[in-house]
């Protein structure tokens, strides 16, 4: 069965730092896809970025990118330039049939 | 993005009710939706996917007699607790999507349903 592991509970970061959350993920499928949400204290779940797990070359989305190791199973969220916007649960998840989802890290910004 | 609405956001009621939740895709139409339960400081459990006119398939271990699923439209999914007790407080949350064989299409969320049961 596919699993989802995020080791990190809680991170913190200064404001207008760089943060990376560690994601790593099991399964036998060559085809999938990997995400990472956010979800602010307003509860609404938001996609932050998206991978497919044909493509080599690791997704961006502005000051979000991401670090696919796919030989390791590994998913890693880098937020550049942090802001106190940022300060959410970030849940790792992947999908071949359905969503399956990591337990979240909660990352708080310094200001 | 396409914009999924619940309601109502919160709702409060007493032990051995009955609490309907509706789950609207708003500007699309959508072929399944998913509901999810969310406990707190904990991730996403994923109840129920259903598709638009047949029959919700339930994950092991939710009661589908008393997570009742209807998903009639491609624009309205309710989800119903039937007598409802307090271990059934959670945060509940829909999401929506469109569905191509073979195709990932990006799953909505709406902004989620907290009960409270008394």
């Known amino acids: 069965a596919q699993t989802v592991t995020q080791s990190q509970p809680e991170m913190s970061v200064q404001e207008a730092e760089t943060v990376t959350l560690s994601c790593t993920y099991d399964?036998?499928?060559?085809?999938?896809?990997l995400f990472w949400y956010k979800q602010p204290p307003s509860r609404q779940m938001i996609l932050v970025i998206r991978q497919e797990a044909y493509k080599q070359q690791n997704a961006t989305e502005n000051r979000f990118s991401v670090n696919f190791q796919k030989a390791a199973k590994s998913f890693s969220l880098k937020i550049s330039d942090s802001q106190l916007g940022d300060a959410a649960m970030y849940f790792c998840?992947?999908?071949?049939?359905?969503?399956?989802w990591g337990a979240g890290t909660k990352l708080i910004i310094k200001p | 993005g396409a914009v999924v609405s619940q309601h109502p956001s919160r709702v409060i009621c007493k032990s051995g009710t009955s609490v309907k939740i509706e789950c609207r895709s708003l500007d699309f139409q959508a072929t399944t939706m998913f509901w999810y339960r969310q406990f707190p400081k904990q991730s996403l459990m994923l109840m129920a996917t259903?598709?638009?006119?047949?029959?919700?398939?339930?994950e092991q271990g939710v009661e589908k007699d008393k997570f009742l699923i209807n998903h009639a439209s491609l624009t309205l999914s309710t989800l119903t607790v039937t007598s409802a007790h307090p271990e059934d407080s959670s945060f509940y949350i829909c999401?929506?999507?469109?569905?191509?064989?073979?195709?990932?299409?990006?799953?909505?969320f709406g902004p989620g349903t907290r009960l409270t049961v008394l």
């Open positions: 999401s929506a999507t469109t569905t191509s064989e073979g195709v990932y299409n990006e799953q909505f």
């Open positions: 998840a992947y999908f071949n049939y359905q969503l399956i």
């Open positions: 259903s598709n638009e006119g047949s029959k919700a398939t339930y």
């Open positions: 399964t036998s499928e060559s085809d999938y896809y």
